[in-house]
Nanobody, 124 residues
């Protein structure tokens, strides 16, 4: 089993920045990739970004390109999501996810482990 704990969410004004962190514990050698998704109440969970655990591959949602950056620190078993130029439509609960089978996928159902989520609220 792998446990994921997110942190770093909060309230920020439009145009501001936040840095989300997700630290994995447990059977971390089994992780092939980690990703961020976000969800607004009443909407489906939306892919944001994914990084292979080797760090050589990333994918971003169109809404994230140019504003968000995903990175990882293998020594700390931590993945980060830097959120810049935030907009009110970025307001959501952001979830970290880990996959044992895929090095990069945007499909939420293919992730094996999920964190509890961290709220990001962007005020306009």
């Amino acid at each position: 089993q792998v446990q994921l704990v997110e942190s770093g969410g909060g309230l920020v004004q439009a145009g501001g920045s936040l840095r989300l962190s997700c630290t994995a514990s447990g059977r971390t050698p089994s992780i092939l990739s980690m990703a961020w998704f976000r969800q607004v109440p009443g909407m489906e969970r939306e892919f944001v970004a994914v990084i292979s655990w080797s760090g050589d591959s990333t994918i971003y949602a169109d809404s994230a390109k140019g504003r968000f950056t995903i990175s990882r620190d293998v020594n700390q078993n931590t993945v980060y999501l830097n959120l810049n130029s935030l907009k009110s439509q970025d307001t959501a609960v952001y979830y970290c996810a880990a996959s044992r089978q895929y090095t990069r996928t945007m499909i939420s159902s293919l992730y094996d482990y999920w964190g509890q989520g961290t709220q990001v609220t962007v005020s306009s």
